[in-house]
């Protein structure tokens, strides 16, 4: 599975860091940083982040 975020779109609510803490985080400057090649396993978890996310910047490819 490959997570693609289109930066341009995302506007770092954090939506997706309540929804997948293990793939996205917000760095110290208060952007979004996240795994592009996360495990499988949380596979439900990104999906359910990429539903959550306000601008649908979030894609799952793979």
Known sequence: ???VVDMNKCQDHGQCVFASPDVFSMDDDGHLAYVPD??????DEVEEAADVCPLQAI???G
């Open 59 to 61: 894609r799952i490819e």
């Open 38 to 43: 996360p495990d499988d396993a949380l596979r």
């Open 1 to 3: 599975m490959k997570v």
